[in-house]
C-alpha cells in the first residue's frame, strides 16, 4: 500500500462512511475451543450475562447438537432475561428438514441461527466429499428451510478467504447460494489473510450479494484486527469476536483490541460502552482461568505503566507526554513501575496517591528511593507499606510468624503456624492443595481470630527463576496478586526456598489489606 491508498483505506473507516456496527460474540462457541479451556454451564451462564450487560448485540450460545450442556444452555439462558440476541450454532445439511442437527437448532428457540457452510472447493472435495453443486444446494437448502419457520438466519462462509483465493468464482457463488440469510458472513478460518486481500474480495462480495455483510477473523498471523478493519472499510457492519481473542489455535478477533480502535480512535459507533471493556476482560479471565497478558494493549496491566525515571517525571508533568490516550477510555488506569530505574519524582508521586506529602528533597523520599533501588523492583502495595513504616509510623497488624509445612506424596500438604496479632500468640495448623495454599489457609484461620478476611483472595500466583545459572540451588521470586472489594494488588517474595519466598509475599498481602481497610471485625 502507498501513502495515498492508505489515506484512502483511513477515509473509509469515518464513523459517516460505516454507520452502526454489529457486535456478533462468539467466546461461548468458537472462545471454548480455546486448547485446554472447558466451560461449564453455570460459567456459559455467567459469562452471557456480563456480556449482554456490556451491551453485546448477538452472544453465540454454542453448537447444540454437539452437547447436552449447549441444549440445556438454551433452555437456562432465557431465564437471565438478557438484552442481547441469543444465537444458536449449526451447519449446513444435505437434507435439513430430516436432519436432527438442524431439528435441535429448531428446538433451542434461539432468538437468531448462525449456521456455517463450506466455501473452499477444497473442503467441499476433501473434507465434505460431495460435488460443488451439492455444495451449493446444500447451502441454498439449509438456510431456506431455517427461514421459512421465521428465523433470523446468519450464515458463515466457513474458510471463504482461502477458497476466494484459489477459486474465487465458486466462493462467490457459495455466497449467491446463502443469500437468503439475513446476514452473510466471510471468514478467515485459517487467519492467513493479509488486509489487502481481505480489502478486494469485501469488493467482489459487496457487488456480488446485497445483504448485511459481517467479517469472522482469525488471528493466526496477528492479523485479525487489521483484517476486520478492512472488512468493516469495505462495507461489512456485522463483526464477530471473542473476549481476551480466545478461540481455536491463536485465537479469533479480540475484542480488546478491535473495540478501542473502533470506537475510541475511529469514532466508530458500536453500541457499548469501552470504559466498561477491562472490567468485562478481567471477568472472562476469571471464569475462564486464561490469564490476559500483562503487556496487552489497552486493557492489560502494564498498558500505561511507566518504570523508567524520565517517563515518570514526564508523566507526573503531562500525561500526554507517554500514553497515546487515556486509560481510563477503556476502564484502566496509569500506573507507575517502582524499579531500580525510579527517579524521587516517582517516589513522591507515588507517595501522594497512598495520601502522603513528600518533596523530592525530602529525607524520607531519598531513603525510598535508596530502598526501591536496593530491591529493584517494588509493586505498588509494597511501596505502601514501606511509607506506612517509614513516613506513616503504623503499626504492623501482626508479627513473629513462625511456621512448618510438610508436603505429601500425593501433593496435598499441612501448614502449623503461629503469630502475633494484637499481642496475643494465636497458633493454627489447616490442610491444602500445596504448601502455599495450606499457609493462606492457616494464616487466613489465624487473622480471622482478630480480623475479617472473608473478602479477601487470592487470583494469581508466579514464580520467576531469579539466577538461572545455579540450577536448582537459584533464587526464586514469587509474585502473589490478591482481590477484595474491587480492589487488586500483588507483592513479591524473594529467597532461594520458595515455601519462603512465598509466605513473604502471603504476609506482605495481608498487611496491605489490613493497614489499607482496617479489616475490623
Known amino acids: 500500500m502507498n501513502v495515498g491508498s492508505l489515506s484512502e483505506f483511513g477515509n473509509t473507516l469515518r464513523p459517516e462512511s460505516v454507520g452502526k456496527l454489529i457486535l456478533y460474540d462468539t467466546t461461548l462457541r468458537d472462545g471454548a475451543q480455546t486448547n485446554g479451556l472447558t466451560m461449564s454451564l453455570r460459567d456459559k451462564l455467567s459469562i452471557s450475562r456480563k456480556l449482554s450487560e456490556f451491551g453485546m448485540h448477538y452472544i453465540e450460545g454454542g453448537w447444540p447438537s454437539s452437547s447436552p450442556r449447549d441444549m440445556q444452555y438454551f433452555t437456562d439462558v432465557k431465564a437471565l432475561g438478557l438484552r442481547s440476541r441469543v444465537a444458536a450454532f449449526g451447519m449446513t445439511s444435505r437434507s435439513p428438514e430430516k436432519d436432527e442437527r438442524i431439528s435441535d437448532l429448531l428446538k433451542t428457540g434461539a432468538d437468531a441461527v448462525t449456521v456455517f457452510g ?22 441454498g437448502a439449509t438456510v431456506d428451510y431455517l427461514k421459512s419457520h421465521g428465523l433470523e438466519v446468519i450464515f458463515d462462509a466457513e474458510h471463504f478467504m482461502d477458497g476466494y483465493k484459489e477459486n474465487p468464482a465458486y466462493a462467490v457463488d457459495v455466497l449467491k447460494a446463502a443469500s437468503g440469510a439475513d446476514v452473510i458472513v466471510i471468514a478467515d478460518t485459517n487467519g492467513g489473510a493479509m488486509p489487502w486481500e481481505v480489502s478486494a474480495a469485501m469488493g467482489e462480495v459487496r457487488r456480488a450479494v446485497k445483504r448485511t ?8 498471523t496477528g492479523m485479525a484486527v487489521m483484517n476486520t478493519l478492512a472488512a468493516v472499510a469495505g462495507g461489512a457492519t456485522h463483526v464477530q469476536g471473542t473476549m481476551n481473542g480466545l478461540g481455536e ?3 479469533n478477533l479480540d475484542w480488546c483490541e478491535f473495540l478501542p480502535l473502533a470506537s475510541v480512535k475511529l469514532g466508530l459507533d458500536a453500541g457499548v460502552d469501552v470504559r466498561e471493556l477491562k472490567k468485562v476482560s478481567r471477568y472472562v479471565e476469571r471464569m475462564t482461568g486464561f490469564s490476559v497478558p500483562s503487556n496487552k ?20 508533568k503531562n500525561p500526554r507526554a507517554y500514553e497515546h490516550m487515556s486509560p481510563d477510555e477503556v476502564g484502566n488506569m496509569t500506573r507507575f513501575s517502582l524499579s531500580e530505574q525510579v527517579g524521587r519524582a516517582g517516589i513522591v508521586d507515588a507517595a501522594r496517591r497512598h495520601g502522603y506529602a513528600l518533596d523530592k528533597e525530602s529525607p524520607e523520599a531519598k531513603a525510598l528511593a535508596g530502598m526501591v533501588k536496593e530491591k529493584q523492583v517494588v509493586t505498588d ?21 513462625a511456621y512448618e509445612t510438610k508436603v505429601s506424596s500425593d501433593g496435598t500438604a499441612k501448614s502449623e503456624i503461629k503469630m502475633t496479632v494484637d499481642g496475643e500468640v494465636i497458633h493454627e495448623i489447616s490442610e491444602g492443595v500445596g504448601p502455599v495454599h495450606a499457609m493462606d489457609l492457616a494464616m487466613r484461620k489465624a487473622l480471622s481470630k482478630k480480623f475479617s478476611v472473608d473478602a479477601l483472595s487470592l487470583t494469581n500466583f508466579r514464580v520467576r527463576i531469579v539466577n538461572q545459572e545455579k540450577a536448582t540451588a537459584a533464587a526464586v521470586e514469587v509474585f502473589i496478586e490478591f482481590r477484595a472489594n474491587g480492589d487488586s494488588w500483588s507483592t ?8 519462603k519466598a512465598s509466605e513473604e509475599a ?16
Open 506 to 521: 502471603l504476609i506482605k498481602g495481608y498487611r496491605y489489606y489490613l493497614l489499607k481497610s482496617g479489616g475490623q471485625k
Open 118 to 139: 463450506k466455501s473452499w472447493d477444497l473442503h467441499v472435495r476433501d473434507v465434505l466429499g460431495v460435488s460443488n453443486d451439492e455444495n451449493l444446494s446444500m447451502v
Open 492 to 499: 513479591s517474595g524473594v529467597s532461594d526456598d520458595i515455601i
Open 297 to 316: 494493549p489497552f486493557v492489560g496491566e502494564s498498558a500505561f505503566s511507566h518504570k523508567g525515571g524520565v517517563h515518570i517525571d514526564a508523566m507526573i
Open 381 to 401: 502495595a509494597e511501596m505502601f507499606l514501606m511509607l506506612a513504616e517509614l513516613v506513616g509510623g503504623k503499626r504492623e497488624p501482626f508479627g513473629s510468624l
Open 249 to 251: 489455535r491463536c485465537g
Open 213 to 220: 455483510l459481517g467479517i469472522h477473523a482469525h488471528n493466526d
